[in-house]
């Protein structure tokens, strides 16, 4: 019976990989600005997870649970060495992820969107989280809500407050 | 400035490529499978048959459905095959994992992309097991020697797939493989570095053991092959015996 329940980790934790390893890994990436230490934490991410759930964890929401671990290595990590920064449009297109923009109108938006990505770096790092959690890793209010524990509302509003905080350190930047 | 909200959607967008490469995705993908297995085997616990079937049905599911098919099952025939899957060079098992399991899946790939995957996925397995060897200071002359052979196998394998491909005209996917095989060897540079050594020094210490006559008599191989093409190229003039054969029915 343990045998058949070890057997069934090993099997759901490798489709959960197949189906999570992108997300943590540009979540990651996109909060360290470090292609090679976005490896090594998704990696990190997901020994973590695994043993913790061989060791007889229960796992509610496993996309959930496994951003708040990729979360709390990053926390560790920027403790123990550098902080990090957003990764920046420059390191984007360096890395082969974003293509190069050609027409004016393609510009102003590289412009617009380099500047935000900037700004976006110097807020508290709790306003940062919520909105590369919401525009970048594209997940909603409720899914956001159970990565970090807190409720759908809480976080509608701590979005509402971090646009703000971004806006008001655009403008003052302006 | 656009309204804030719009710019961040649009950069969200615009960011969605950055993601690993299959590459990168299988190379991490097959260290945690090589970090559950050794987890589980520290824990004592054996991993059964259904694991192993389903691990690699998940893996095949991916490339094509019609992938499961009966030699899968004579594949599976008993837990030890599942512990060959971990296992490293030196252990008794992985003759049968790379003589008996990796060949059964290659057998299971029915065009030569899926076969060129699989070689990617088998060059990259090559190089965990070198390094993980190394980590445990077990990496000794004879097992460089073994994985590069290995290594240098697959590789020509998947050079032969690349090959085919490109006389397909199938492009893409020749430049999907391209990428994915030099990222992969990128991802194992180091480790490259020191099979290679290890085999360009060994290869020295072969020639330097050779006699003077084995020297000597080396170009005079050369030699001979160069005749003997010369001469097949000089055959037909010399053999066209036709018009004599056509003289003498006559």
């Given at each position: 019976?343990?045998?058949?329940?070890?057997?069934?980790i090993i099997v759901e934790f490798i489709n959960t990989y197949d189906q999570y390893s992108d997300k943590i890994f540009r979540h990651v990436y996109?909060?360290t600005?470090?292609?090679e230490k976005a490896f090594d934490l998704m990696q990190e991410t997901f020994t973590k997870t695994f043993l913790y759930i061989k060791g007889?964890a229960?796992v509610?929401n496993i996309q959930a649970f496994l951003y708040k671990v990729a979360n709390n290595l990053m926390?560790d990590e920027?403790?123990?060495?550098?902080?990090?920064?957003?990764?920046?449009?420059?390191?984007?297109?360096?890395?082969?992820?974003?293509?190069?923009?050609?027409?004016?109108?393609?510009?102003?938006?590289?412009?617009?969107?380099?500047?935000?990505?900037?700004?976006?770096?110097?807020?508290?790092?709790?306003?940062?989280?919520?909105?590369?959690?919401?525009?970048?890793?594209?997940?909603?209010?409720?899914?956001?809500?159970?990565i970090?524990?807190?409720?759908?509302?809480?976080?509608?509003?701590?979005?509402?407050?971090?646009?703000?905080?971004?806006?008001?350190?655009?403008?003052?930047?302006? | 400035?656009?309204?804030?909200?719009?710019?961040?959607?649009?950069?969200?967008?615009?960011?969605?490529?950055?993601k690993m490469?299959?590459?990168e995705k299988n190379h991490y993908r097959n260290k945690l499978m090589q970090f559950m297995e050794k987890a589980d085997?520290?824990?004592?616990?054996?991993?059964?048959?259904?694991?192993?079937?389903?691990i690699?049905?998940s893996f095949?599911?991916?490339?094509?459905?019609?992938?499961?098919?009966?030699?899968?099952?004579?594949?599976?025939?008993?837990?030890?095959?599942?512990?060959?899957?971990?296992?490293?060079?030196?252990?008794?098992?992985?003759?049968?994992?790379?003589?008996?399991?990796?060949?059964?899946?290659?057998?299971?790939?029915?065009?030569?992309?899926?076969?060129?995957?699989?070689?990617?996925?088998?060059?990259?397995?090559?190089?965990l097991?070198?390094?993980?060897?190394?980590?445990?200071?077990?990496?000794?002359?004879?097992?460089?020697?073994?994985?590069?052979?290995?290594?240098?196998?697959?590789?020509?394998?998947?050079?032969?797939?690349?090959?085919?491909?490109?006389?397909?005209?199938?492009?893409?996917?020749?430049?999907?493989?391209?990428?994915?095989?030099?990222?992969?060897?990128?991802?194992?540079?180091?480790?490259?570095?020191?099979?290679?050594?290890?085999?360009?020094?060994?290869?020295?210490?072969?020639?330097?053991?050779?006699?003077?006559?084995?020297?000597?008599?080396?170009?005079?191989?050369?030699?001979?092959?160069?005749?003997?093409?010369?001469?097949?190229?000089?055959?037909?003039?010399?053999?066209?015996?036709?018009?004599?054969?056509?003289?003498?029915?006559?």
């Amino acid at each position: 019976m343990a045998n058949q329940s070890n057997n069934s980790i090993i099997v759901e934790f490798i489709n959960t990989y197949d189906q999570y390893s992108d997300k943590i890994f540009r979540h990651v990436y996109f909060r360290t600005g470090d292609r090679e230490k976005a490896f090594d934490l998704m990696q990190e991410t997901f020994t973590k997870t695994f043993l913790y759930i061989k060791g007889g964890a229960k796992v509610e929401n496993i996309q959930a649970f496994l951003y708040k671990v990729a979360n709390n290595l990053m926390i560790d990590e920027g403790k123990k060495n550098q902080k990090y920064k957003l990764v920046s449009l420059e390191q984007l297109e360096e890395d082969g992820f974003m293509p190069g923009v050609d027409d004016s109108d393609e510009i102003k938006q590289k412009i617009d969107a380099e500047t935000v990505l900037l700004k976006l770096g110097q807020i508290p790092a709790q306003y940062q989280q919520v909105i590369v959690l919401r525009y970048v890793d594209e997940l909603s209010p409720k899914e956001i809500a159970r990565i970090l524990g807190e409720s759908e509302n809480a976080i509608r509003v701590k979005i509402h407050r971090s646009l703000k905080q971004l806006r008001k350190t655009i403008e003052n930047h302006e | 400035m656009n309204d804030i909200e719009q710019i961040l959607q649009d950069l969200g967008g615009r960011t969605q490529k950055a993601k690993m490469s299959p590459a990168e995705k299988n190379h991490y993908r097959n260290k945690l499978m090589q970090f559950m297995e050794k987890a589980d085997a520290a824990a004592g616990l054996k991993p059964s048959l259904a694991t192993f079937s389903e691990i690699f049905r998940s893996f095949f599911r991916k490339m094509n459905p019609a992938f499961l098919a009966a030699p899968l099952a004579l594949a599976i025939g008993t837990g030890v095959v599942f512990a060959a899957q971990s296992a490293l060079p030196g252990n008794p098992l992985y003759g049968l994992k790379i003589n008996v399991i990796e060949q059964v899946q290659t057998g299971l790939a029915v065009s030569n992309y899926q076969k060129a995957k699989l070689d990617i996925v088998f060059v990259d397995r090559r190089l965990l097991e070198a390094e993980a060897l190394a980590e445990q200071n077990k990496l000794t002359g004879e097992l460089k020697h073994e994985l590069y052979l290995h290594f240098e196998e697959k590789s020509a394998e998947l050079m032969k797939e690349i090959d085919s491909l490109k006389n397909d005209h199938d492009d893409a996917a020749v430049t999907e493989l391209n990428s994915s095989f030099d990222q992969t060897l990128q991802l194992h540079d180091k480790i490259i570095g020191v099979l290679r050594e290890d085999f360009r020094t060994r290869v020295e210490g072969e020639a330097s053991k050779n006699t003077p006559a084995t020297i000597i008599k080396e170009p005079a191989q050369e030699l001979d092959a160069d005749n003997r093409k010369t001469q097949l190229q000089e055959e037909p003039a010399v053999l066209s015996p036709l018009p004599q054969i056509e003289t003498e029915e006559e």
